[in-house]
T-cell receptor, first 115, second 114 residues
Framework: DTEVTQTPKHLVMGMTNKKSLKCEQH?????MYWYKQKAKKPPELMFV???????INESVPSRFSPECPNSSLLNLHLHALQPEDSALYLC??????????????FGEGSRLTVL | AQSVTQPDIHITVSEGASLELRCNYS??????LFWYVQSPGQGLQLLLK??????LVQGIKGFEAEFKRSQSSFNLRKPSVHWSDAAEYFC????????????FGKGTKLSVKP
């Protein structure tokens, strides 16, 4: 059982909609991540939060807006998305923010379809 | 540049047969090495990891992997495959730097024949 919980598991939205993906972990981890994964591809890093502050933004379009309200929660706000943004969005966490081994704990993902 | 290569895009094995998935990495220092498994439509589950010490590491679900520095490899093995092992397998390298510095290979899809 994963200890990183993502909601919703499936989301269908139109290009003019505003929606949010949510992620929660209760392992006391201090770094949280958003990844995007297209079919038959490895995950691609989007954002990293370290101690609730955005530390990495991998040149992600502004229609994706991350938010970290506290150390256990991570949101991804979606607005004016394009059909090519349809993908599996994975949240992950890691124990330490700093010199990290890279070990990540992933959620089950949110499958997003943009019509 | 740091990179991870999984030479096999798709492998099919018979149930009960042995399995080896290949992974080669390019990194100057001793890397942190991982194998993740992903069932269709699911997240990634950590199978095993290597940080230091014994180069043969045991993981969950009967998997093991061996770190060979001379070959820059970290191949995943299982002596007897079960139908439930059918999934996508990703090898990854953590470079111990800033957060999120986890480099994934392109993955190997495993199919299991009955």
């Amino acid at each position: 059982d994963t200890e990183v919980t993502q909601t919703p598991k499936h989301l269908v939205m139109g290009m003019t909609n505003k929606k949010s993906l949510k992620c929660e972990q209760h392992m006391g981890h201090r770094a949280m991540y958003w990844y995007k994964q297209k079919a038959k591809k490895p995950p691609e890093l989007m954002f990293v939060y370290s101690y609730e502050k955005l530390s990495i933004n991998e040149s992600v379009p502004s229609r994706f807006s991350p938010e970290c309200p506290n150390s256990s929660l991570l949101n991804l706000h979606l607005h004016a998305l394009q059909p090519e943004d349809s993908a599996l969005y994975l949240c992950a966490s890691s124990p330490r923010a700093g010199r990290d081994t890279g070990e990540l704990f992933f959620g089950e993902g949110s499958r997003l379809t943009v019509l | 540049a740091q990179s991870v290569t999984q030479p096999d895009i798709h492998i099919t094995v018979s149930e009960g047969a042995s399995l080896e998935l290949r992974c080669n990495y390019s990194y100057g220092a001793t890397p942190y090495l991982f194998w993740y498994v992903q069932s269709p439509g699911q997240g990634l589950q950590l199978l095993l990891k290597y940080f230091s010490g014994d180069t043969l590491v045991q993981g969950i679900k009967g998997f093991e992997a061996e770190f060979k520095r001379s070959q820059s490899s970290f191949n995943l093995r299982k002596p007897s495959v079960h139908w439930s092992d059918a999934a996508e397998y990703f090898c990854a390298v953590g470079t111990g730097g800033s957060q999120g510095n986890l480099i994934f290979g392109k993955g190997t899809k495993l199919s299991v024949k009955p």
